[in-house]
């Protein structure tokens, strides 16, 4: 059975930092790209980042470029994001999701193949 568990949300202050992953299990993500999306209360769920799996590169949505890093664990079934500098418009259910293709610039949520259950980030100012 295939999982996607995130962990790490929570409340936090304006201005402070947050770490979010996200464990993969039940079939081999190596060739999977990994991504962040974010959902905000009574708006669409949209790509916050993205890593690749052939060749490690990201890709970022621009309001949070420079804030927030994404990476992936060495065994390529774990992936992080650092939240830095969060702000109000930070607050939301943050999802990880994973699909095999490369182009992270076509990931979007119509296309993902698995999905976590999400988990909520709240930025209080």
């Known amino acids: 059975q295939v999982q996607l568990v995130e962990s790490g949300g929570g409340l936090v202050q304006v201005g402070d930092s947050l770490r979010l992953s996200c464990k993969a299990s039940?079939?081999?993500?190596?060739?999977?790209?990994m991504a962040w999306f974010r959902q905000a209360p009574g708006k669409e769920r949209k790509f916050v980042a993205a890593?690749?799996?052939?060749?490690?590169?990201?890709l970022y949505t621009d309001s949070v470029k420079g804030r927030f890093t994404i990476s992936r664990g060495n065994d390529k079934n774990t992936v992080d994001l650092q939240m830095n500098t969060v702000n109000p418009e930070d607050t939301a259910v943050y999802y990880c999701?994973?699909?095999?293709?490369?182009?992270?610039?076509?990931?979007?949520?119509?296309?993902?193949?698995?999905w976590g259950k999400g988990v909520l980030v709240t930025v209080s100012s």
């Open positions: 999701a994973a699909d095999p293709s490369f182009r992270l610039a076509a990931l979007r949520p119509q296309v993902m193949d698995y």
């Open positions: 039940g079939r081999d993500f190596s060739r999977y790209s």
């Open positions: 890593i690749s799996w052939s060749d490690d590169s990201t």
